[in-house]
């Protein structure tokens, strides 16, 4: 506490500080220096007025607020609650028409147990079930579908293969094509494919060999 | 019976015996206090249960209860700062002590004893608060209400309406330089302050050592000096 008066020094070096003054306060301590010294004696006396006001309005405000018929009323609720505290609670049925007693009394006869526990045991045994055969079918689809992927990569790769193919014989027919355009026996040949390709309306205008 | 509760089972609760000042308008917070006679009745109650007489029990709890209840109303109020949780927190402390009267030391101080549980309870009931204040919007309906009772049991015939606006401002002033307080001083002055328990007391009551509950009590008077500086009370 001492290193913290610092903050308030006194008023002059003889007088107790503001630090000092609080002290004597909380330690209720007997300061000589307080019977002698008149200025701090008045500051003192300032520090606990201002402490018993603070005290005063706070007890004014809770007396306010706890009136004396509203303790009264508090202490009768405690009294009730008290004689209360002996007695177990009391279980009220919630009413009802079709006798909740009745449907209690099903749910637990002996042989409508047995029926529930043994819905309960297939209803385990049933998803026990459920789970080993999904995870069978689980990795059968697997290999099967590990097959799959080859059978499909393998016909990726024929397709390929065929697709090539086709390009080296349509390079071919357009490769012939123009050999026979420019070879000397050009116009027997493409006549009669001329023929072949061009509607007859048309071959006069579009038709490679003349005619 | 609450951990905390079995606690107060400490050293016997002996008041310091203090040196008066010259003058005796100097007074300190420590009060000497006449033997408590909550205590002795809380010995009888403790009799006539374990003998099965709850009736007459009961008769003598309500004797305490009447004597206690406005002192701990005032310590649940500054401390909570609502009615009608603090009501609920005098209740449940008078219950907890009645259930577990069998577990009171007859040689401690029954005052300090259902303060400390008085001030467990405040304690919770502050922490649910706080939980509760994350999600849920304060009502001030209830708080509004009780500012206008405090405002009119605090109004006097005499006063102007301009002394009755400082002293409105003085009041609220006070009130929120005691909320800014930290936890444990604010716990302390209020104890050994507005209750008029000696840091003992508080020491017991509270767990803490009584040179530590000096120092809080300290700290709390020069932070509230400061606070109301300068401060003109108009009452």
Redesign the interface.
Known sequence: MRSESQTHPAPHADHLSDDQLMESYVLSADSEHLRVCGECRARFENLVRLLEQIRNEAVNEADAVFTAERLHEQRDRILRRLERQGHPAEVLMFPDRTGGHQTAYRLLHPARRWVAGAAAAGLVAGLFLGFAVDRRVGSLSATRSMKAGANAAAWQRASNDDASISAVRDEQILTDIEDVLSGPHRLVEMRVLDDMTTPPELQKEVSLVPR | MDRRDQMTAGAAATRPT??????E??????VVRAPEAETALAAQIQDLSAAGE?DSA?DL??QI??RQ??RA??IA??YLRD?AE??EA??DA??KA??HIASFQRHLSFEVWFTRILINGCLDRQKARTRRSRWLLPVNDVAMH?QQ??E???RRSDQSPEDMVLAQE??GQ??DA?KKLPGRQRLVFLLC??ADHS?RDVAEMTGLNESTV??H???A??K??AA?EGQT?A?
């Open positions: 203090l040196t008066p000042l010259a003058n308008h100097l007074a300190s917070p420590a709850q009961r709890f309500s209860v009447a209840q406005r109303s005032r109020w500054h009615g603090a009501d005098v209740q008078f219950m009645y259930t009780e009772a405090i009119r049991a605090c003085w009041r006070v009130a005691v302050h507005y840091t000096r120092v009590l300290f700290r008077i020069r509230l000096r109301m009370h009452i």
